[in-house]
């Protein structure tokens, strides 16, 4: 079982930053795709960016493309989203979530462990 704990959401001002991280209990973490989803008020669950599990590869939603980037280190089992240039839009809960066949996707359903999430607010 593994457990997924984020941190480092709040409310700052558009065209700030802000970096989240995601701490994973579990000694399977290394193994593990991970990824980052978002859910505003009223909207369906999307992806944000994902990451395999060697770190090798990223991938990134067109919307967050250029601005945000998901990065890991496996030896503190925990996974990381620098979110730069922040717009309104971007205001949301904000998930992690592991994949245990260990490559990317952005599919919410491919993925078996979720954290709680994290809100971030940004102002215009």
């Known amino acids: 079982q593994v457990q997924l704990v984020e941190s480092g959401g709040g409310l700052v001002q558009a065209g700030g930053s802000l970096r989240l991280s995601c701490a994973a209990s579990g000694r399977t973490f290394s193994t593990y795709a991970m990824g980052w989803f978002r859910q505003a008020p009223g909207k369906e669950r999307e992806f944000v960016a994902a990451i395999t599990w060697s770190g090798g590869s990223t991938y990134y939603a067109d919307s967050v493309k250029g601005r945000f980037t998901i990065s890991r280190d496996n030896a503190k089992n925990t996974v990381y989203l620098q979110m730069n240039s922040l717009k309104p839009e971007d205001t949301a809960v904000y998930y992690c979530?592991?994949?245990?066949?260990?490559?990317?996707?952005?599919?919410?359903?491919?993925?078996?462990?979720w954290g709680q999430g994290t809100q971030v607010t940004v102002s215009s």
């Open positions: 979530a592991g994949a245990t066949h260990g490559s990317w996707s952005k599919n919410r359903y491919e993925y078996d462990y």
